[in-house]
């Protein structure tokens, strides 16, 4: 009898690893951020292969599930058809939050069943040990796309990132051609990207379309051209506002030199692509005539591209020296304002949030492990993401989301206090069964925690609501519009909920009040599940699940076809005259127009109507302070920061609270520039809609609809 138990025992063991075998068909190899850097709670970047012995071609889904903050659980998806014996790229982008233990990748079939599944452990203790390096609000991250060339790569040990939130580390992170992400959403975690002479026939048009709307969504980007000539149908060579001219020998000027942080003694010829301002360019770009058209920079959109026409590897060994004194130059020069000729390294304005980049002198450990610093196990929010606290509370700002009366507690724990004392011992001695009081009290007990749960939802229930603050933004004449949504939806029912009516190119994720500081070691259950399926461009929710307890809070970020209104602005003697067309169904409130040095206010414009203003403007400073940190010379002590650069200010609150939403997380990086189009001489209108419908439904509900929708144009000015 022993040895049949044991033979079967045997047969059941086999069986079970044959079956463990026939599982493990798929090989899967995963990297995320740039070269491990990423922003907490920001999108970040995810690189999947996958390979596989099938004999057949397989069709199924690859999904990752990571914890984005606090409370949510984003799980994202993508079908794929993997054929036999070739390796699949599978280019993803999700979002972690700051300490996020590990995550989930599973492979399924076109049926759902799971047919591999796998824990990755993202987090440790141990810096040496993360797969994942934060970087904070103080820090600056680059990306670099092609030849890390002349000590670029070096940055990170000899040079420092100073802002008012002091100083900071500097981030490196290259990447492939093969890896650039082929979503604008990738790049949202970077403070700049470095494009070094890509070879560009490596690059998928998906990937530099994706450059392209990053850049034009408030991204800063340093192009150096070099022996790969940008092709003519680029997005990118469209995209920026400068003509690229047949390749040249050039003598650098010594005042460029000077300026570069690079020996002016000697004369320093170099092969470069000389470069033009394009006629007709909405809002004009500036070619420096001080270093023989080699450097221009300018705006794509809402953000800011600058153009190096030349390799900076020409230098040689005579300059080998500076190499990094010339490259935080340069990047100083990308993130911040417009250079001037005298210092453009001084140069911080409103694009680069008043950071800007130093050298340190080689002062930085360069033994240390990448992102140790110490801060190290904490986390402190940007200003994005406190602004967007300000914005969730709105809304969360419902009946039903408001604590309890003390008085329902008091009523239920004193009647709970009469049934269980004199109320029970009463009548149990007038029927003379005393010694039941055991069970009538725990019947008293059950009942009331069941009391007590029915009746807090049917206190907190109440219509379905759906709660929204949308901003949109474009520049006229260019097809540049953007959108922003945070949305909160109450129901009365715990379920699934499906929405409708969505833009194919929309990124949905979950967003959720955080504290100013995260600590590693507190615990976060992300028990919020969202699904999304990510695939054509956009990142949209298949189901929701929503808790009577809770408010469901998202974030939506879009490309929308066409602006809800149309603006122009003249501009003569202290008056100007602004005239809007509102094609929108909804009525405008009100609304002002901003320039660099006034403003003037708007009246209300009917639905589809057309209606002229003329007034006269006031004075008004966008910044409380015009001029960033000042910088220190080369290995010099870190500046006083207690005068940084500050955050642009409004001339009216449109909505109260809620105009935070300008600077909020997807928001900030197109008002910062914004604001840089006010300095190259536009206006700005902004103006808010009464009652405007909101972007998507939820399908198959009847709620509520409270929608506050602010929209900005910028606008070139008729002097």
Request: charged share 15%.
């Amino acid at each position: 009898m022993v040895r049949v138990l044991m033979a079967s025992l045997c047969v059941l063991a086999s069986a079970s690893i044959a079956q463990g075998a026939k599982d493990i068909e798929f090989s899967v190899n995963f990297a995320c951020g740039w070269d491990g850097y990423y922003r907490p709670m920001e999108w970040t970047p995810v690189e999947i292969s996958i390979s596989s012995d099938l004999k057949e071609p397989f069709a199924g889904s690859f999904s990752l599930a990571a914890r984005q903050d606090g409370l949510n659980t984003l799980d994202v998806a993508q079908p794929f058809v993997l054929m036999p014996d070739v390796s699949l790229p599978i280019p993803l982008v999700t979002k972690f939050a700051f300490g996020a233990a590990d995550c989930e990748l599973t492979i399924r079939d076109s049926r759902g069943r799971a047919r591999w599944r796998y824990s990755r452990t993202i987090w440790d203790y141990s810096p040496q040990n993360r797969l994942l390096h934060a970087v904070h609000e103080q820090d600056l991250l680059i990306g670099l796309v092609g030849s890390p060339q002349y000590g670029l790569t070096r940055l990170s040990k000899e040079a420092a990132c100073m802002s008012s939130r002091g100083k900071g580390q500097v981030y490196v992170g290259p990447k492939l051609a093969r890896e650039v992400p082929w979503d604008w959403t990738g790049f949202a975690s970077l403070d700049l990207l470095v494009l070094t002479d890509p070879d560009w026939s490596l690059l998928k048009p998906q990937q530099v379309r994706a450059i392209c709307e990053w850049i034009s969504n408030g991204g800063a980007a340093l192009l150096v051209l070099g022996r790969h000539p940008l092709p003519q149908d680029s997005p990118l060579r469209a995209a920026i506002p400068f003509q690229i001219g047949d390749p040249t020998q050039v003598e650098i000027p010594p005042v460029a030199m000077q300026e570069w942080g690079l020996d002016s003694s000697p004369p320093q010829a170099v092969t470069a692509w000389p470069l033009s301002l394009k006629p007709g360019a909405p809002i004009a770009g500036q070619v420096q005539p001080e270093t023989a058209s080699l450097r221009a920079a300018g705006h794509v959109g809402f953000g800011r591209i600058s153009v190096l026409a030349f390799e900076p590897a020409q230098l040689g060994a005579a300059h080998a020296d500076r190499a990094s004194a010339f490259w935080t130059r340069q990047i100083a020069a990308s993130i911040g304002g417009d250079a001037g000729p005298s210092n453009p390294a001084n140069a911080v304005g409103t694009a680069g949030r008043g950071r800007t980049i130093i050298l340190t002198g080689g002062s930085q450990d360069s033994d240390a492990p990448p992102g140790s610093a110490p801060y190290d196990n904490r986390h402190r929010i940007g200003v994005a993401q406190s602004a967007a606290n300000q914005v969730m509370n709105y809304l969360f700002e419902l009946r039903q989301m408001q604590p309890l009366s003390i008085w329902w507690i008091i009523l239920t724990l004193t009647a709970l206090a009469v049934l269980l004392g004199p109320v029970d011992y009463w009548l149990l001695k007038r029927w003379d069964k005393q010694p039941l009081t055991w069970l009538t009290s725990t019947g008293w007990i059950v009942l009331f925690t069941a009391g007590a749960y029915y009746g807090v939802q049917w206190l907190r229930a109440g219509a379905m609501e759906l709660r929204a603050v949308t901003v949109v933004d474009g520049i006229a004449g260019t097809g540049c519009n953007w959108a922003t949504c945070y949305a909160g939806i109450f129901a009365p029912r715990s379920d699934d909920y499906e929405l409708e009516d969505l833009a194919p190119n929309q990124w949905w994720s979950g967003v959720a009040p955080m504290q100013e500081e995260i600590w590693a070691q507190q615990p976060q259950s992300g028990a919020r599940q969202i699904h999304c399926r990510q695939a054509d461009g956009g990142n949209l929710p298949v189901s929701l699940p929503i808790s009577i307890w809770t408010v469901q809070s998202l974030l939506c970020e879009w490309m929308p076809k066409e602006m809800p209104f149309a603006a122009t602005v003249e501009r003569r003697d202290g008056a100007v005259t602004v005239e809007i067309r509102n094609s929108s169904d909804a009525p405008i409130r009100q609304g002002y127009v901003l320039f660099a040095d006034s403003c003037a206010d708007l009246g209300p414009v009917e639905a589809g109507s057309t209606r002229r203003f003329g007034t006269r403007t006031r004075p008004f400073q966008i910044r409380s302070s015009q001029e960033g940190p000042p910088i220190p010379p080369a290995g010099g002590q870190p500046p006083n920061l207690a005068m940084g650069a500050e955050l642009p200010r409004m001339p009216v609150s449109l909505t109260g609270l809620t105009d935070n939403a300008f600077f909020a997380q997807g928001c900030l990086d197109r008002t910062l520039g914004m604001y840089g189009c006010l300095d190259s001489g536009a206006a700005m209108v902004c103006v808010v809609f009464n009652e405007a419908p909101a972007p998507f439904k939820v399908q198959h509900r009847s709620y509520a609809v409270n929608h506050i929708q602010l929209a900005r144009l910028v606008v070139p000015v008729d002097h």
